[in-house]
């Protein structure tokens, strides 16, 4: 009898074991979207009722949350017998895009709506699209948006992302630098305005006129978009060596180590940890961003609060256009959604409305892509970003509207980031051990024979 | 009645026999050994020969197709190099380093001489148990490129100048070999201190009797004696040295300057998942893995495991 005992005492074991490995083998996609392990932040946003539905929204930016969360709360107040529940979750940047990719690649586990970054919106393009078209829902409003926003989150004339914000580039200056350096800064209208306003900045004070970053392309993609130029023109074609991006790029390369204005980011990068310590102590009298760089320094830069102002970036020729839009977020509804039409009207109100693009101004400091709004009274309303920046933002912005030329996406994207950060940047601006050409012509052939 | 009483009696005796095939001397060794055999099929066979497919395919939703060795063929480019290359130079550093360092470590651990030895053991240890990600957080700020980060400051007391320490080849090298070293030395002396409890003392012994030095007894007692150990510590090591990845992950999360921090398996990440080139990336594992037999191969003859009865 004891023996006996002894084999079902294995036997069970063993069917543990097996139950355990068919769990893991069969079940991993479904059972990862059940639970959000991994999150940065998990919100339950919305009615409590049974009937409500509930929709799953992943971000990578645990911020973003906060859009929805105010537009859930109108939508079930506007719509009561179609009440939502929104589960939204923010994970790291990497994580999040890889957990779609696998997700939509797989078939299983994807979540209804989902924040894409403009950067990685490209691979979900590819082949066929595992996203919905919201044509039906964008055509209407087409006008009233800059409208090229839509066009970076499209594929064959559909329409897959809902934009976040413009991302119009601007400069950011530090006025109290400005004024010890004795420059107005209203006079700098052109990029030799810029350089001799540097040379001021760097004779009279301890500051250097900007930072250049190196890991990333925030510092010179809107440079060359300001002047019609890109990585690839209308046709897809790579045209990241051309004469213009050269020339740019080498301004850049001569704002270091010939003029002796800029210096490269510490860090790296407009996003890392040195940059924020060295910019809010002063390090450097400007910057080049994007307007939603704004939150980073209501955020991360508190001690320049009322000392920075918003101005149009320099430009090239006399009539230059003086912004450019750069970066952006696509919110799209996977295929794998149970409620599509639900989820696209809610994404759709919640992106397309005016209520919505307010809201995009209100809690984010964005841009919104709805320009009508700009010059509602709503948006004049005072909030942290007025307080920071001074109540003149979106003076600056009605005044470069027409000058807003969006960037050109293709598949290829990611390769170009990847190229410009790793080896371009590094090679010219750090450690100059090629030119502007060089580096730019084997970036080229990298991106060509990929 | 009769009826059921012969069906009882039939299904007693199907059941005995389904007991007795599986309790047979042939059967019951395939039945324990059962769970490891499916999981590996499972987990690691399915795996390896899908991905083998992939490396011959180009994947995207609803669109797989076959393109032959179109993907072997772009692997032979600059960038696969410098990933080679670098982790080649980092499976050289940590290897060297994670062998000595901690056969010396563990040696004078053991000696009878060091007091306190098991408080050294336990705090060598603790590292191991931290997360390479959370580490590398720390590393990166004492690393930071700044005149008053911890590290430029030490430097500072020698007279050496600020350096940039996550954009050179040689210092970025240096971080990824230091976080490695940080991390795995204390499992490694763990490993080390297992053999040396199993070297008679009686040896020591009779070489004391014979005059040899602490060095003597350390080349012709323990270093021999340590040897299985010393070839199973060099294998691991070797093989997470080619498999390494969050220690560079952790320092350029969005790729390194010049790639200097770019390994084999950040490259299979690169273009996997951040291109969406999974059968690339498919590809590049597939010649990572004969990369890893060919030297675990190589490494065992000439240490001489694969002999027999030895």
């Avoid at chain 1, 994970?91 to 078939?107: E, I, K, T």
């Avoid at chain 2, 769970?35 to 390896?48: D, E, K, V």
């Avoid at chain 2, 004492?142 to 050179?168: C, H, Q, R, Y």
């Avoid at chain 2, 490259?267 to 990572?288: E, H, S």
């Amino acid at each position: 009898m004891k023996k006996r005992s002894l084999y079902v005492m294995l036997f069970s074991m063993l069917f543990v074991i097996l139950a355990a490995c068919g769990k893991g083998g069969g079940g991993g996609g479904g059972d990862g979207s059940e639970d959000a392990e991994g999150a940065e932040a998990v919100e339950v946003i919305g009615s409590e009722s049974k009937d409500a539905t509930e929709l799953k929204f992943w971000t990578f930016n645990a911020l973003h949350i906060d859009i929805y969360k105010d537009a859930v709360s109108r939508w079930n107040e506007e719509f009561p017998d179609r009440p939502i529940k929104l589960k939204a979750e923010a994970y790291p940047y990497d994580n999040m895009h890889n957990n779609l990719l696998l997700a939509l690649q797989s078939g299983t586990g994807a979540p209804d709506i989902v924040d894409i970054e403009l950067g990685r919106f490209p691979n979900y393009l590819q082949g066929e699209p595992q996203l919905l078209p919201m044509n039906e829902y964008v055509e209407p409003v087409k006008d009233k948006f800059i409208e090229s926003r839509f066009d970076i989150y499209s594929k064959d004339g559909k329409n897959y992302g809902l934009p976040t914000h413009v991302g119009a580039t601007v400069a950011y200056y530090n006025k109290e630098i400005m004024d010890a350096a004795g420059v107005d800064i209203d006079s700098i209208q052109t990029w030799d305005d810029y350089v001799a306003a540097g040379k001021k900045v760097v004779e009279n004070t301890d500051a250097t006129m900007t930072t250049l970053e190196t890991n990333d392309y925030w510092s010179y993609w809107p440079l060359i978009k300001q002047q019609g130029s890109d990585f690839f023109d209308e046709n897809g074609e790579v045209t990241i060596s051309n004469e213009t991006n050269v020339e740019t790029l080498e301004f850049m390369r001569s704002l270091i180590y010939d003029e002796k204005i800029a210096e490269i980011t510490p860090g790296g990068g407009h996003h890392e940890e040195e940059y924020y310590g060295f910019m809010n102590d002063g390090g450097a009298a400007s910057v080049i961003m994007p307007l939603w760089y704004m939150g980073r320094f209501t955020d991360y830069m508190p001690d320049l609060k009322g000392k920075m102002v918003i101005r149009p970036m320099p430009k090239w020729t006399e009539d230059g256009n003086r912004s450019a839009g750069a970066g952006g977020t696509g919110t799209a509804v996977t295929n794998q959604t149970e409620h599509p039409e639900l989820a696209k009207e809610f994404l759709a109100y919640a992106k397309l409305s005016e209520e919505g693009n307010i809201a995009l101004w209100r809690v984010m400091g964005f841009d919104p892509p709805m320009w009508t709004v700009w010059e509602k009274p709503e948006i004049r309303e005072d909030n942290k970003y007025y307080q920071y920046f001074g109540t003149d933002i979106f003076d600056t912005l009605l005044s470069i509207r027409e000058e807003i030329d969006s960037i050109n996406i293709t598949e290829k994207n990611p390769l170009v980031q990847e190229q410009l950060s790793t080896n371009v940047f590094n090679n010219v601006l750090r450690s100059q051990s090629q030119s502007a050409e060089e580096a730019l012509k084997e970036a080229e052939a990298a991106i060509k024979n990929n | 009645m009769s009826e059921r009483a012969v069906s009882t009696t039939d299904s007693s005796r199907s059941k005995r026999s389904i007991k007795d095939f599986f309790l047979s001397r042939k059967v019951v060794p395939y039945v324990f050994v059962s769970p490891f055999i499916i999981s590996f099929l499972l987990l690691f066979l399915y795996p390896l020969i899908s991905g083998f497919i992939m490396s011959f395919q180009t994947i995207l939703p609803g669109q797989t197709t076959f393109v032959g060795a179109s993907n072997y063929e772009r692997i032979l480019n600059p960038t696969f190099f410098k990933a080679l290359s670098n982790t080649t130079v980092y499976v050289i550093l940590t290897t060297v380093i994670l062998t000595i360092l901690p056969m010396i470590l563990a040696t004078m651990l053991n000696s009878k001489f060091v007091r306190f030895s098991n408080v050294f053991r336990a705090s060598l240890f603790i590292p191991a148990l931290t997360s390479t990600i959370v580490a590398g957080v720390v590393f990166r700020l004492m690393f930071g490129e700044s005149e008053a980060s911890l590290a430029n400051t030490v430097v500072g007391f020698f007279g050496i100048e600020p350096l940039e320490w996550k954009f050179g080849a040689a210092t970025g090298m240096f971080l990824m070999v230091l976080l490695a070293t940080w991390k795995w030395l204390g499992v490694n002396i763990l490993y080390f201190m297992a053999g040396l409890a199993n070297v008679p003392r009686e040896l020591y012994e009779a070489a004391e009797m014979d005059g040899a030095g602490i060095i003597h007894k350390f080349r012709h007692i323990t270093l021999p004696m340590l040897k299985p150990i010393t070839v199973y510590v060099v294998t691991i090591t070797i093989i997470a040295g080619f498999r390494m990845y969050e220690e560079s992950y952790v320092f350029w999360p969005e790729g390194s300057p010049g790639n200097i921090g770019l390994t084999i398996v950040g490259y299979i990440y690169q273009q996997g998942f951040r291109m969406n080139d999974l059968g690339f990336g498919a590809a590049i594992g597939v010649v990572l893995m004969l990369i890893i037999f060919i030297i675990s191969i190589l490494q065992l003859a000439l240490s001489g495991t694969l002999k027999k009865g030895e």
